[in-house]
């Protein structure tokens, strides 16, 4: 599987981004997929994860500012991000998990500013 993120960009505060992950072969083959984002120097942490069969986790941070959605038909997972920080600015990857192994796009950059 290999997957490629897209819709990052550079937004203002309190502003809504919406990023995609498109797979190449079936997204549902995918047990999970799940949102990352990495600021250089720190730990990549979980921003959201949706399993096949639809259950969403958050990290502690989204606060109910983010949603993950899959559209299975498009092969794509969507994050749509709203009320948007200046810390939640980071690289944002994608991850599918099949079983035992993990397949990671190319990260896509949220820049939010004034």
């Known amino acids: 599987v290999q997957l490629q993120a897209s819709g990052g960009g550079l937004v203002q505060p309190g502003g809504s981004l919406r990023l995609s992950c498109a797979a190449s072969g079936s997204i549902s083959s995918c047990n999970a997929v799940g949102w990352y984002r990495q600021v250089l120097g720190k730990e990549r942490e979980l921003v959201a994860r949706?399993?096949?069969?639809?259950?969403?986790n958050y990290g502690d941070f989204v606060m109910g500012r983010f949603t993950i959605s899959r559209d299975n038909a498009k092969n794509t997972v969507y994050l749509q991000l709203n009320n948007l920080k200046p810390e939640d600015t980071a690289l944002y990857f994608c991850?599918?998990?099949?079983?035992?192994?993990?397949?990671w796009g190319q990260g896509t950059q949220v820049t939010v500013s004034s």
């Open positions: 991850k599918c998990n099949i079983w035992t192994s993990n397949y």
């Open positions: 949706i399993t096949a069969g639809g259950g969403t």
